[in-house]
């Protein structure tokens, strides 16, 4: 079946390192139209176009010349084509449509295997017909030129411009290094499959694999990876083997982490590698190029290649404790692990090691882009290593395993062999089989009992071993879909797998990567996957929670209640995106900027999801060109903080913010600010709470008084905002232990952090003439603020709950004048409402400061304690909380009065009535009843046969216990009349 082509140059097009390696392999392709009609507008005019000089033809092929293979050499092209069609570089149509015939054509230049620069003057040479083709570079029989003029193909020529464009940047190294990263993805899930299968093979212990010992590693490629080896070994009987040395369990145990690692090392290659698929070549100025690879492809790719030789060395180290669980094959296995280990490992090491040293050598940024390429090749040899190595690995587990199980009944290669062993040894056959057989049975000829990863991976190896076995010359094997064991307990044909390149190579032709066998295998292996995370426990994220539907009453109730002040204050609602750009929200938070959750790249914008709601309103005004507003806004934040359950602290929760943006009149809007701070917890209904406030001037006069360095002021502030968690004694020794502050200059601060109490009270202490605060500048200024707030707080009559405390220290970087934080009296739940003056935020994003202050409610903190109280009133009266609104419960008695029931309903539903009708098409009327008391369903109508006859229902009051009859053209009137009393 003929594969659909891959566009190349689409509008918008993202194209990724699969679409490369997809040409790279043979897919054809096709430019697109609109691109191509866009490149021929911004190329010169035809008759501007000045061909550089051919030069002279040959066919020899310079001496000691290493070239990509024929692959990489496709990648190079595809990769190249993609740039110049994405981008603006002047290079004509003719160009981009040779290229694209070559690869269709499968007309492969000869490409260097030196660096980016020769590899891409290789391509530009091949656009005036130089070079050779890569299938005959080796023995210079025949020119690039005379092929492609055979396929009818027309050579462009280029301008000097087209030359140093096509030879410009690094898609030499992303195309070779596209085809390694994307097949080192293949080849670890094949890699952890055989681990997994190693594991049985050597009956290692699997205990590190369970989810609380990999979480407790804190590392999320570890999680990720054990995560994987325990859906390839779920089903699996096979018994850890007793007396296992410490040191060989190591390497089973620390799968997680190797695995971890180089899944982790493979997805930074590819966030690298990715951005330079998609760049776009740029035009040429002054004969040069603005294209400048980056600096970390070099290393990305030199520590990919590390990270696979790693693996590779780690896969055969479990090798050789799977040789020693054997006599009869141990001096085999081990001569192919040594030959792994003195062949592709050694040679790749050889690779690895000297670009190493080239890259250490130097210092100069174009030098080390220069050796990304090479990076690019030595990650490709390591590949290769980790490629025998896993096969050596896989080879050794099914020979072990077939040992130790002897002659078994042939498993299929879609696994349904082992799906009926799984089956058979569960339910076993209780009608033909004596129960004291059962046990005997499970271990005779259903075989060992492996995961069912495992059993998928052994089958497809083991098939293709012993096929290759069977059709060797030297074998006297009969075809067959196992290894084979002969009547004394040995393999038969040991020497042909294990000492000839027999088995090996078989086993190899099923991992390699890209190759059809292979990519069977990972289809196999996700369908096993998938099917055992279906059964995997589910469970809620670490730090989030679902919400029953008692409990979503309670909430709902709470925002009905903060937004009802919000709109009583005149704001309006906004929303912004859940996600903003990385930089947006950097360096806004202080010390708590760590908390901020950053997205994986997508290879487009760097993302983080919003830490709050206060930093995306100021790049929402910045944006916008906003002057004045009042806004209100409902939204969830994230935070990856230490989940504290019970005092109501998640990493995902809601905010509600309130903010005045905008000039006005001196600490007016601060007032109107804390007005609705003070006024949505009255109405909330929480208990008795505190409001307290203070001046981030007063904070630093206090910290400069005290002779606290500028620079420190920010850490400073943060340590004293654990106040109101830690005693002072643990906060001291954070600022002089942790901090670098000097213990005298401490104490100064404690004497400051002391003072609390009564608004104006403490604001006369302040003020007096010998009171340091009042001496200094900024803090005199602050403190006349405080004393007009004071004022307006007192004309809202919203004095009353503020309490100032100089121990208030809002550690967010961006307050710039009045802070608070509202707690609740003898609750420990911590800050239920929090904010303050942000004059700068603004600014940051639109160079124009726009003066804004705000607060926030911690609604899942009040949530908590609504719940709590919520729950108690249920207690004490002995009704459960209301899930629902409903109001009426339309019920039936006998059978066939489910459409009237629904008649009634929707005549309720009509008129505004909260009402259910109940599913069931003739329920009992205990149901019913005992529904509405579950519910707290103040109403029931009722009807059967008699009244339906005389045009009435029953209307029962749930909690009076007692029923009217009424006409059912009045039911609607009595239902108004009874919910309105």
């Not at 091949?126 to 083709?133: I, M, Q």
């Not at 069977?520 to 730090?543: H, I, M, Y």
């Amino acid at each position: 079946m003929a594969h659909k082509a891959f566009t190349v140059g689409g509008m918008g097009q993202q194209p990724g390192l699969d679409d490369v390696v997809k040409v790279a392999l043979g897919l054809p392709i096709t430019l697109d139209t609109a691109g191509s009609e866009r490149i021929k507008k911004e190329s010169p005019p035809p008759k501007s176009f000045e061909a550089e000089p051919v030069g002279e033809r040959t066919t020899a092929a310079a001496e000691g010349q290493r070239y990509l293979s024929q692959e990489q050499a496709r990648a190079v092209l595809v990769t190249r084509l993609m740039s110049l069609m994405n981008g603006k570089s002047g290079v004509r149509l003719l160009v981009a449509e040779f290229l694209k015939e070559l690869l269709n054509h499968g007309i492969t230049p000869a490409v260097p295997a030196t660096s980016d620069a020769a590899a891409l003057s290789a391509i530009a040479g091949a656009c005036k017909g130089l070079g050779n083709c890569v299938s005959t570079a080796a023995n210079g029989q025949q020119a690039l030129s005379a092929v492609v003029e055979a396929a009818g193909v027309h050579i462009p020529g280029v301008s000097a411009a087209e030359r140093v464009a096509i030879s410009s940047g690094a898609s030499a190294s992303a195309g070779v290094g596209s085809l390694v990263i994307v097949g080192a993805k293949q080849l670890l899930t094949v890699v952890t499959a055989i681990a997994a299968l190693s594991c049985e093979a050597a009956g290692a212990q699997v205990k590190a694999f369970e989810p609380e010992v990999a979480e407790a590693l804190g590392y999320k490629g570890a999680i990720a990876a054990a995560d994987e080896l325990r859906g390839l070994l779920d089903g699996s009987k096979t018994v850890p083997r007793k007396g296992m040395p410490a040191e060989q369990q190591t390497l089973y145990s620390s799968l997680p982490q190797v695995l971890g690692a180089a899944a982790d090392v493979i997805g930074v290659a590819y966030n690298t590698v990715r951005p330079e698929v998609q760049s776009a070549a740029l035009p040429i100025k002054g004969g040069v190029s603005s294209n400048s690879p980056s600096p970390a492809l070099a290393p990305a790719l030199l520590d990919l290649a590390h990270a696979l030789q790693t693996l590779a060395h780690s896969t055969l180290s479990r090798t050789q404790v799977l040789a020693a669980a054997v006599a009869a094959v141990e001096p085999q296995i081990q001569q192919l692990a040594a030959a792994a280990v003195n062949g592709p490992l050694a040679a790749a090491q050889q690779q690895i090691a000297a670009v190493g040293n080239d890259l250490l050598a130097t210092a100069d940024v174009v030098q080390q882009q220069g050796l990304a390429l090479r990076s690019a090749l030595a990650a490709a040899a390591a590949l290769k290593a980790l490629q025998w190595a896993a096969a050596v690995e896989g080879l050794a587990a099914i020979v072990v395993l077939r040992l130790a199980e002897g002659n078994s009944p042939e498993p299929a290669a879609d696994g349904t062999a082992a799906d009926q062993q799984h089956q058979q040894q569960q339910d076993g056959d209780k009608e033909n089989k004596p129960k004291k057989d059962k046990k005997k049975d499970k271990k005779g000829s259903s075989g060992i009992v492996l995961g069912k990863g495992c059993t998928v991976v052994r089958t497809h190896l083991e098939k293709a071993v012993a096929a290759a076995a069977a059709s060797n010359s030297s074998s006297s094997l009969g075809p067959s879909e196992t290894l084979l064991i002969t009547p004394d307990g040995q393999l038969a044909a040991a020497d042909v797998i294990l000492l000839e390149p027999v088995g090996i190579a078989a086993v190899e032709g099923v991992i390699t990567a890209h190759e059809s066998a292979s990519v069977k295998l990972l289809e196999d292996l996700k369908v096993v996957v998938e099917a055992n995370q279906a059964r995997r426990k589910p469970k809620v994220a670490k730090g989030a929670r679902d919400f029953l539907p008692d409990q979503m009453a309670i909430r709902e109730a709470a925002f009905g209640i903060i937004t009802s002040v919000f709109k009583r204050h005149g704001a309006v609602a906004i929303d912004t995106p859940v996600f903003e750009l990385r930089e947006t929200l950097m360096g806004k938070y202080g010390e708590d900027s760590k908390l901020i959750y950053d997205l994986a790249d997508q290879g487009g914008e760097l993302l983080s999801l919003r830490y709050d709601l206060t930093v995306p309103f100021a790049r929402y005004v910045a944006v916008n060109a906003i002057g004045n507003i009042k806004r209100y806004h409902i939204g969830k934040v994230y935070r990856r903080d230490q989940p504290q359950l019970n005092r109501g602290r998640f990493r995902e929760f809601f905010q509600c913010d309130f903010d005045i943006a905008g000039s006005y009149a001196t600490m007016v809007p601060d007032a109107e600010v804390l007005k609705v701070l003070v006024g949505i917890l009255t109405d909330l209904q929480l208990g008795q709470f505190t409001v307290k406030l203070n001046h981030r001037k007063l904070l630093d006069a206090m910290l400069a008084i005290a002779g606290v360095p500028p620079q420190k002021f920010r850490p400073i502030c943060s340590a004293i905002d654990k106040l109101d968690k830690e005693p002072w004694e643990v906060v001291r020794a954070e600022m002089v232990e942790e901090k670098g502050l000097p213990g005298e200059v401490a104490d100064v601060i404690g004497q400051f952090v002391v003072l609390k109490g009564q608004p104006r009270e403490l604001l006369a202490v302040l003020t007096a003439p010998d009171h340091p605060l009042a001496k200094h500048a900024d803090s005199a200024a602050a403190l006349a603020e405080l004393s007009t707030l004071f004022d307006f707080l007192d004309a809202f009559g919203a004095l009353g709950p503020i309490s100032f405390d100089l121990s208030l220290a809002r550690g967010l970087d961006y307050y710039t004048g009045v802070i608070y934080e509202a707690v609740l009296e003898g609750g420990n739940v911590g800050s239920i409402a929090a904010g303050g003056r942000y004059d700068k935020l603004v600014g940051m994003f639109s160079g124009k400061d726009v003066p804004a202050v705000g607060v926030s409610i911690g609604i899942e903190r009040v949530f908590a304690i609504m719940e709590a109280q919520a729950r108690a009133r249920a207690a004490e009266s002995g009704n459960a909380i209301r899930a629902t609104e409903t109001q009426v419960l339309v019920a039936s008695i006998g059978n066939g009065m489910q459409i009237k029931r629904m008649e009634l309903c929707s005549k309720l539903w009509s008129a505004g009535i909260k009402a259910e009708f109940g599913f069931k098409p003739n329920p009992k009327m205990g149901d019913q009843l005992g529904y509405a008391l579950e519910q707290g369903i103040p109403y029931m109508v009722l009807f059967g046969d008699d009244e339906l006859q005389n045009g009435v229902v029953k209307v029962k009051d749930m909690a009076a216990k007692t029923e009217e009859t009424v006409a059912v053209d009045q039911l609607v009137d009595q239902l108004q009349q009874l919910l309105a009393a």
